[in-house]
């Protein structure tokens, strides 16, 4: 069946510009969850989406960073007034429901660089 | 604070030669252990789910076991397509998120 999904699968921009990244996760699945990967960093967590709402954003950098997510499904990743710093790979999961000790599967994620 | 280690950073075996990855966690209350692969320009691949110490699961050439403060991946006469990066994670309590290790990067020579 079809995982999940995030586009594009590269971007480069340059710094100050916005940028947009999207995930689509496996159908059916409630929850979802970014987390970025950076050079000789681990994953680390960004924000959780529960249906529409987003009950933790605790690993949000700044305040240029905001997601969002529509009719349970689609999620949109949006960067502001990129940096340098901004350059990683951004990943997308989702579990299939809220129940937490649901597996997380993962995307091909969108390797981001901020020249 | 919540963390996970990985040893070691990076392995380097013959094929058919046998090894163990390791996973130790400093986490209250843990609600789950999690082993995933990644392979370069990849997302993680999930592999297993731990609960509770003393728990095993097998898939192929690997098995994941759970103590109370680590775990192991063994891999078995493993095969050079076995290459790719480990990662482990645990899922913090009261928190959908999960905190990853570093990763141990495994290679397989034929």
């Known amino acids: 069946g079809a995982g999940v999904s995030q586009s594009p699968s590269n971007k480069v921009t340059e710094k100050g510009k916005d940028v947009e990244l999207r995930c689509d996760p496996i159908?059916?699945?409630?929850?979802l969850y970014w987390y970025r990967q950076s050079l000789g960093q681990g994953l680390e967590f960004l924000i959780y989406?529960?249906?529409?709402?987003?009950?933790?954003k605790s690993g949000l950098p700044s305040d240029r960073f905001s997601a969002e997510r529509t009719g349970g499904s689609v999620s949109t990743l949006t960067i502001q007034r990129t940096q340098q710093e901004d350059s990683a790979v951004y990943l997308c999961?989702?579990?299939?429901?809220?129940?937490?000790?649901?597996?997380?599967?993962f995307g091909p994620g969108t390797r981001l660089t901020v020249l | 604070e919540d963390q996970v280690t990985q040893s070691p950073e990076a392995l380097r075996l013959q094929e058919g030669e046998s090894s163990s990855l390791n996973c130790s966690y400093t986490?209250?209350?843990?609600?789950?252990l999690f082993w995933y692969r990644q392979d370069p320009g990849k997302g993680p691949e999930f592999l297993f789910t731990l609960y509770s110490a003393g728990e095993e699961k097998e898939k192929e050439r690997l098995k994941a076991t759970l103590t109370k403060k680590e775990s192991f991946l063994h891999i078995t006469a493993p095969k050079p397509e076995d290459s790719a990066t480990y990662l482990c994670a645990v899922l913090i309590p009261g928190a959908q998120k999960l905190v990853f290790g570093q990763g141990t990067r495994l290679t397989i020579n034929p």
């Open positions: 989406f529960q249906g529409n709402s987003a009950p933790d």
């Open positions: 999961a989702s579990s299939k429901r809220r129940d937490s000790t649901n597996e997380q599967f």
């Open positions: 986490v209250s209350g843990l609600r789950g």
């Open positions: 159908s059916g699945h409630t929850a």
